[in-house]
Structures are given as C-alpha cells and as structure tokens.
C-alpha cells in the first residue's frame, strides 16, 4: 500500500516517526507552512522557517524514504500581527522554488479584516504564481466559515478546481463539495475527525477529491492516520483501488497541478549545508548519513 499525507508538520515529528511511516506504507508527504504556537515576532523568523521546509526538512524525510514537499505562506492566525504582515512581501521569492506545489496554510482563523486581506492577498499569489492553494478552513463557527471562505475564493483569480479546503466535516462537506474545491479531511486521535467519520462521509460522498490527512504537529495527533483510515475503508468494503485514489492518486492529481511534484526519494546526500543528522563530525562527503529504509541501521552511528 502506498500512501501520501498532504498535510503533515514534519518540523514538530521525530525520526521514530519518520520510521514508522514508512514501515506503514507513507511515500510522500506534503508539509504546509503554519503557526509555530510560539508567536513570531518579525518576518525574518518566517523566512528561516521556509528555508528549513525547503532543505532541512526534505533533506531528514529522505533518510528515510519519504518525498517531501511542502507549501508555503502567512498562516491565518500570525495574520493578524502587524508584525509578521510583511511576509506577503517577501512570498514571491520563495514560490518560485521547485519544492514549492502549493500556497498554504491559507484562510480564516477568526476571520477578522486581517485575515480578509491575508486570503484575498494570497489566493492571488497563487494565481500570479500558477500554484494550487491550500486553505484552512476554521475550527469554530465551521459553516460560517466554510462559506466566507469560499466567497472569497469564487472573488478570486483561481478557479476552485485549483483549491483545496481542508479540515472539513459533516457539517461542511456538501457545500465545500458543491464549490468544485478539492476536499480535505483532518483525521486526529480524539477530536474532529476520526477513522469511522471518516469512513462514512466517503461512503455518502464518494472518493473523488477527497483527499485525508493526519494533520499531525506539535499537539496531540497521528502521523499514521493515513494507513489507519486506509485500514478501515479495506475493512468496511472499500476496495484497493478507492484506497490508492484517496491516500495516493487524488494527492498527486491536487498537488501535481504546481507541476513540480517529484515522487523519487533521491538518495540523501550525507549533509545539508554541511549539517549532517549523525552526532559528532559531519559524515563523508558522498556517503548517505543514514542506511536507505530497510537496510540495517546498525552501521550509522547515530
Ligand atoms: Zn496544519
């Protein structure tokens, strides 16, 4: 079984995690830029953390296997502050980078005039840019949400079949549907969606494009929850090609769209910017730091 999450925080997981998605079946990972739940203070804090998305992260995730993508942006909530505002300034430069197939985590986080501005903003990046974009849609208020959002998507440049709301529900999903966007789920351990939820919404609406994520960062949450609903629709009568389009096909087809989604793990170079992950010296120029996944580790010396 091959899987993508679309929408994972690498930057808050370990390596153990990074071994047991693999083992589970994980390939591809795509990871949106997002609050840090610290509070960031200037624009230059952004930048720093767009260029670990674009190196280091991709650089950890090939030790093990796993192509990693990620998508960047102003996130909804540091919207708000004054102080991060000028990162929009600063976007055009990074989305031209090859690792770069989406704008995101954009949308409504308490849907204030910031945040009107921040969407409205980005969603036109995108189209300037030729990329996709991920939207957030909000936790509380879902609905009212969900429908600010995507009148302000149908104002925009991009068409719908370009975007991706996520974090839908029951509640949200027939309208999100209707718009012609992509739709993501988020599937965590004890609130929002779970595997039988999510299971039967796409039973009632169907695989094609759904796409669902773990969602998993710094809080509590499941970097396997992808392999845990495949898991289930397998056992609930879902067959294996409706798996590979959910948790493979529909990922590639949304992503795929920046024409930039490069599915190989090419093999690691042994450092990043002279950072190698062993302790101690930097390893050998041209050797791996890490074994490839399922040859022994024994002799890496981590
Ligand atoms: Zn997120």
Redesign the pocket.
């Known amino acids: 079984m091959r899987l993508f999450d679309p ?1 994972i ?1 690498m930057t808050s997981r370990t390596t153990d995690d990074y071994e047991a998605m693999y083992a589970a079946g994980v390939r591809a990972v795509v990871e ?1 830029s ?1 609050w840090l739940g610290q509070p960031r203070t200037s624009p230059a804090s952004f930048l720093d953390y767009f260029d670990s998305l674009l190196g280091w992260e991709p650089f950890r995730a090939a030790q093990y296997g796993i192509a990693h993508h990620c998508t960047l942006a102003l996130n909804p909530k540091e919207a708000n502050d004054p102080r991060c505002a000028p990162v929009l300034g600063e976007l055009p430069r990074y989305l031209v980078k090859d690792q770069v197939v989406a704008v995101g ?1 954009i949308g409504y986080d308490s849907m204030t005039p910031a945040e009107d501005t921040a969407l409205a903003a980005q969603l036109q990046l995108a189209a300037d840019h030729e990329l996709p974009a991920l939207v ?1 849609t909000p936790h509380r208020d879902k609905l009212a949400g969900l429908r600010r959002t995507l009148d302000v998507v149908r104002e925009s440049a991009l068409a719908p079949d370009r975007v991706l709301v996520d974090h839908l529900n029951e509640t949200t999903v027939e309208e999100a549907k209707d718009s012609g966007c992509w739709l993501g789920f988020s599937v965590y351990p004890d609130t929002k969606m779970d595997e039988p939820r999510m299971v039967a919404i796409l039973r009632a609406y169907g695989p094609e494009r759904v796409l669902v994520n773990s ?1 998993a ?1 710094w809080g509590r949450s499941d970097p396997l929850k992808t392999r845990k609903v495949a898991d289930l629709m397998l056992a609930e009568g879902f067959d294996a090609d409706d798996v590979d389009r959910v948790l493979w096909r529909n990922p590639v087809a949304f992503y795929g769209l920046s024409g930039r989604l490069t599915l190989d793990v090419a093999t690691p170079d042994a450092t990043h910017e002279g950072n190698s992950i062993l302790r101690g010296a930097p390893a050998e120029s041209g050797a791996p730091a890490v074994p490839p996944p399922g040859r022994d580790r024994s002799a890496a010396g981590a």
Do not use: K, S
């Open positions: 929408h925080h949106p997002f985590e957030h969602a960062d």
